[in-house]
DNA sequence: GACTGAACTATACC
DNA sequence: ACGGGTATAGTTCAGTC
């Protein structure tokens, strides 16, 4: 049998003591397909140096003479070969020692005392991930497959027959093929339940997207009228078989959701379980299962399940405007669609037509979920095939395992043995260890600026990672010639000039960014810029990941010195940037702010290619733009320029505002939209006299009480839970609230809430005793707004012309509290 | 009870 | 526990006078 095949979803099993991958794929005719396969179960032993050949035997024989018998498991050394291998960057001879059982590697490492060892690696991979280095069978990437069709046979003991596929192969040979187009089928869904707690309340309904079919199936309020795409059932029993039966016909590739992770499908299990429902909607029969670490996992076997918000939070958060990752504002960032609205009640006290509404409400939900999956797609596929790991664990990793995984999956082009992970001792260990010194910020002096641009180093620590050859396996232990060295915390550093297979990954990854990106460039679509973003998260991940405590190739050292190299590189193009009749205003990291002077242009570019010619390795500096004004204030003592907080407009009038109240999403809308305005009105004018009128406006509408109180609304998020807090701030009063009054919030909800005018009796100062919830009744504390949002959000920018906003207001300077 | 600096907290920048 | 350090600023807490 002949066939091509893309893997999709990985897993395994033992069968006569050998681990067996068994891979979910799907054929070119789109059938469903289970691919069985095995490899070689290793792990190494690392030798000290000048061990003589006969010693070496000696060791050979002595291992291979294990054996184990561990749960239940009779596992032994079945082959060792002597390799010529490196070990961070150095040449060194190790022991390929070959066993049964992947799950007792680490058991027969530990057995593994003699004095000639140096160290026992490649036995935490996990088999997936070593079967796919080994075999090299990467996700998502089309393979043509020869082997035995064993369905129907008792092959490992018939287990294909139990099985939900359309075929199972066991694998002879399998080769890679160049095709790359794969459009999986997909299911998105989502449920409505009366309690937030999970499994507490009965679920309601629960809908359904897939290409060509949408349904939402209730048990509430479903006889006499006939609602569009609704189908009823009699309980939250036959809802949840139903929702089964469904999955099984549909039988997607993947199942999506929007925190269908930590909610939906805990729910769904809690609620089958209580109603004694089999779930059995796996390809082997099996129920969701969850593993629960930091956050709950749900899996489901055979069809991926992707939770979006995971993915997103990973992949996309830093790079997005939403000021939540709510699926309100993640569809209406990436699809320009929102939610339906709809006021949640509890389903007792939802009236009759209002469940049309809410059944039109939880399919929008499911039709959101699945078109932001198509859009997302791209990302997912690129992410697995780059990393080389499956989609179902590439979406919910960090960056640093990110980083990890690629690191791991292209070692052997190096003859690299890998890593451990460190361990709880180890990670405790790093923890303790101080901040070293980072980034260098230049204090601008506050002003209105004319005629600016700035220039940023492309890829900044990435370059300089590569530049300057910084990692663990490059770092030395004593000084060398001939070297790169800086100084860190008063400690001079040294590094190797001789490339590091870490710096050298990194250099391909960052040359493959800027190949992908001009590809885009030319001919755009979906993939190149899936591909591109992917090596740039990654470029950009992989300063962070050295830096990590929880790195496998963690250098303290190495993050520290990118960091020093990083300001060396910054200062040095500052310098040069002055020194050419430019001024430069302000710096921050990788890039800085200047005013042309006299210069134009096209001689700002000139000098722009100058200062590239000089920079060494591969740093290179990048025009960002020529903005027609700036802006920079002090801090609210007034006496410094603030860092991290300017304003630029460029000459199309585009606004560019970083750490300014406007962007702070813990600030009323009132005060946001106004400095945005304020801001908006002095750069494009290049004085204050119509934001001067357009505040003393505001001002007076707000003392006369005409602001609507949504915009006085005050969203903080809840960072940890109740319990935890140390200090009681507004937030918290206004959560316990909450709490009171039963609305549901966790570790990571958004707080909302206003501060209103004090009520007869309540003669406190604290400003937490003002604070109420967004729909309690009330009006907005006047003074509170203007002494604590309005003027702030205004006063320093217009302290840049000397404008004191006291004076404008009040006819006089500041009251101190005395003077009250 | 007024005042002040430290502690706690959230959020942004790169 | 699930990249890093740098920075601003608000509110409360705890101590002093």
């Known amino acids: 049998m002949k066939t091509e095949f893309i893997p999709i979803d990985y897993d395994y099993f033992d069968f006569e003591g050998r681990n067996y991958i068994k891979i979910i794929g799907k054929t070119e005719k789109d059938k469903r397909i289970c691919v069985i396969d095995s490899c070689d179960v290793y792990f190494w032993a690392i030798l000290k140096e000048k061990i003589r050949q006969k010693e070496i035997e000696k060791l050979i024989e002595k291992i291979s003479k294990i054996k184990l018998d561990v749960k239940g498991r009779q596992t032994k050394v079945e082959k060792i070969q002597i390799c010529s291998k490196k070990f961070m960057g150095k040449e060194i001879t190790a022991l390929k020692i070959f066993a049964t059982n992947y799950k007792d590697l680490h058991d027969i490492a530990?057995?593994?005392?003699?004095?000639?060892?140096?160290?026992?690696?490649?036995?935490?991979?996990?088999?997936?991930?070593?079967?796919?280095?080994?075999?090299?069978i990467v996700p998502l990437c089309w393979y043509k497959i020869e082997?035995?069709?064993?369905?129907?046979?008792?092959?490992?003991?018939?287990?294909?027959?139990?099985?939900?596929?359309?075929?199972?192969?066991?694998?002879?040979?399998?080769?890679?093929?160049?095709?790359?187009?794969?459009?999986?089928?997909v299911l998105a869904f989502d449920i409505e339940a009366d309690e937030f707690k999970i499994g507490e309340g009965e679920i309601l309904m629960i809908s359904l997207v897939s290409e060509n079919f949408k349904k939402v199936i209730t048990w509430k309020k479903c006889k006499g009228k006939e609602f569009p795409d609704v189908e009823c059932v009699k309980d939250e029993a036959e809802l949840l078989e139903r929702f089964a039966e469904i999955v099984k016909e549909i039988s997607p590739d993947f199942i999506t959701g929007y925190f269908s992770d930590g909610f939906d499908l805990p729910y769904i299990k809690s609620r089958a379980d209580k109603c004694k429902i089999k779930l059995n909607i796996g390809v082997d029969g099996s129920s969701i299962k969850f593993s629960k670490g930091i956050m709950t996992t749900s899996h489901i076997n055979g069809i991926v399940h992707i939770d979006l918000l995971r993915f997103i939070q990973t992949a996309y958060s830093q790079y997005m405007s939403s000021e939540t990752l709510s699926l309100n504002e993640v569809a209406n960032e990436f699809l320009g669609e929102r939610k339906k609205e709809f006021e949640f009640k509890h389903s007792s006290k939802i009236s009759g037509d209002e469940w049309e509404k809410y059944f039109e409400y939880n399919l929008h939900d499911s039709v959101l979920t699945y078109k932001l999956f198509k859009k997302i797609w791209p990302d997912l596929l690129e992410f697995s095939r780059i990393m080389q790991e499956p989609v179902f664990d590439v979406s919910r990793n960090g960056m640093s395992r990110n980083v990890e995984d690629y690191i791991l999956h292209n070692l052997s082009k190096f003859n690299e043995i890998p890593e451990k992970r460190p361990t709880y001792d180890e990670i405790g260990e790093r923890r303790k260890r101080g901040k070293y010194e980072g980034a260098f910020v230049l204090g601008p002096k506050a002003g209105l600026y004319e005629n600016l641009s700035a220039f940023d180093f492309t890829s900044s620590y990435g370059s300089v990672i590569v530049t300057y050859n910084l990692s663990r396996s490059t770092f030395l232990e004593k000084p060398e010639e001939n070297s790169y060295s800086t100084e860190i915390s008063n400690k001079k550093v040294y590094f190797s000039k001789s490339p590091g297979f870490f710096p050298q990954m990194l250099k391909e990854i960052i040359e493959k960014r800027r190949i992908y990106k001009d590809e885009l460039k030319k001919k755009p679509d979906a993939i190149k810029r899936a591909r591109s973003n992917a090596f740039k998260l990654l470029a950009n991940a992989s300063y962070g990941y050295q830096g990590f405590f929880g790195a496998r190739y963690y250098c303290e050292e190495a993050a520290a010195a990118t960091a020093s190299f990083a300001r060396r590189a910054i200062k040095e193009a500052m310098e040069k940037t002055n020194n050419a009749g430019f001024s430069v205003i302000y710096a921050d990291t990788d890039g800085f702010a200047f005013t042309l002077n006299k210069n134009s242009k096209q001689k700002t570019l000139d000098f722009l290619k100058k200062l590239n010619s000089e920079l060494p390795g591969i740093m290179e500096l990048e025009l960002e733009d020529f903005y027609k004004r700036g802006i920079w204030v002090t801090t609210r003592t007034g006496e410094f320029g603030a860092k991290k907080k300017y304003a630029?407009?460029?000459?199309?009038?585009?606004?560019?505002?970083?750490?300014?109240?406007?962007?702070?999403?813990?600030?009323?809308?009132?005060?946001?939209?106004?400095?945005?305005?304020?801001?908006?009105?002095?750069?494009?004018?290049?004085?204050?006299?119509?934001?001067?009128?357009?505040?003393?406006?505001?001002?007076?509408?707000v003392k006369e009480r005409k602001i609507d109180l949504k915009k006085m609304v005050i969203r903080t998020q809840m960072k940890k839970p109740l319990s935890e807090y140390k200090a009681i701030t507004p937030h918290v009063i206004a959560a316990r609230k909450m709490q009171e009054r039963e609305i549901p919030f966790s570790a990571g909800s958004l707080i909302e809430y206003y501060i209103s005018e004090t009520t007869t009796g309540n003669k406190s100062k604290l400003i937490r005793d003002k604070v109420k919830l967004v729909d309690e009744n009330g009006e907005y504390n006047l003074e509170y707004y203007l002494k604590h949002q309005i003027l702030p959000a205004v006063e320093n920018i217009l302290q840049v012309f000397n404008v004191d906003i006291h004076v404008i207001l009040d006819g006089k300077k500041q009251m101190t509290l005395g003077e009250f």
């Open 110 to 136: 530990d057995k593994l005392g003699m004095p000639e060892i140096e160290k026992r690696r490649g036995y935490d991979l996990g088999f997936i991930s070593h079967y796919i280095i080994e075999k090299n």
């Open 147 to 185: 082997g035995d069709i064993i369905d129907n046979t008792t092959e490992f003991n018939g287990i294909a027959n139990s099985f939900d596929v359309d075929f199972c192969i066991k694998a002879e040979n399998i080769v890679p093929l160049k095709k790359e187009e794969f459009s999986p089928k």
């Open 648 to 701: 630029l407009i460029s000459e199309e009038g585009k606004l560019k505002i970083r750490g300014f109240e406007t962007v702070r999403r813990d600030w009323c809308t009132l005060a946001r939209e106004m400095q945005n305005n304020v801001l908006l009105m002095i750069l494009k004018e290049g004085n204050e006299k119509n934001a001067l009128e357009y505040i003393k406006k505001i001002v007076k509408e």
